[in-house]
T-cell receptor
């Protein structure tokens, strides 16, 4: 039981490049979330999903797109990376009947 | 939307003393309040949580109190130890069927002085 995993662990992009971050969970959780963490800002919600094929915007969705084609996977896409998207990205998941969110190990992204 | 304020941003205490971190929230509909501990370079880990139908909850050296009327909740750590040094985040959300994510405070860097 690996819990919540994220790939890659670290990535450097140039401005304008695109990439996809992958989150996977093996706990059969219905809900999945993407957060970003910046120094002194805490974690902020980007997008979330209540189930396969459904997504919704969070607090800071601009510049990101997401997809949930399979229940266990939640993808976060950056179509045209900007330096302001330099951050640590955390994925989380939880059961619909419980409040506890379980976090992945994070992806550190640097946009030059 | 929800807004969570957390104080202080840095807290330094002597080993063995108690530490208190305070948070306020703005949305009266919020009913779930978790606390996460994050060590450098690691993921946030849930240490304790409280729901709005409870005023206080304890787990060994850690306790959380909630005042719904004043919209604030606090984390209390007693008999602090070096391994308590970390960044602590409070958060709030509205549950009861919704999938809303957590709104986090900006964090408190707790330093335990030997």
């Amino acid at each position: 039981n690996a819990g919540v995993t994220q790939t890659p662990k670290f990535r450097v992009l140039k401005t304008g490049q695109s990439m996809t971050l992958l989150c996977a969970q093996d706990m059969n959780h219905e809900y999945m979330y993407w957060y970003r963490q910046d120094p002194g800002m805490g974690l902020r919600l980007i997008h979330y999903s209540v189930g396969e094929g459904t997504t919704a915007k969070g607090e800071v969705p601009d510049g990101y797109n997401v997809s949930r084609l399979k229940k266990q996977n939640f993808l976060l896409g950056l179509e045209s990376a900007a330096p302001s998207q330099t951050s640590v990205y955390f994925c989380a998941s939880r059961r619909s009947a419980e409040e506890t969110q379980y976090f992945g190990p994070g992806t550190r992204l640097l946009v030059l | 939307g929800e807004n969570v304020e957390q104080h202080p941003s840095t807290l330094s205490v002597q080993e063995g003393d108690s530490a208190v971190i305070k948070c306020t929230y703005s949305d009266s509909a919020s009913n779930y309040f978790p606390w996460y501990k994050q060590e450098l370079g690691k993921r946030p880990q849930l240490i304790i949580d409280i729901r709005s139908n409870v005023g206080e909850k304890k787990d060994q050296r850690i306790a959380v109190t909630l005042n719904k009327t004043a919209k604030h909740f606090s984390l209390h750590i007693t008999e602090t130890q070096p391994e308590d040094s970390a960044v602590y985040f409070c958060a709030a959300s509205t549950t009861g069927g919704g999938a809303d994510g957590l709104t986090f405070g900006k964090g408190t860097h707790l330093i335990i002085q030997p």
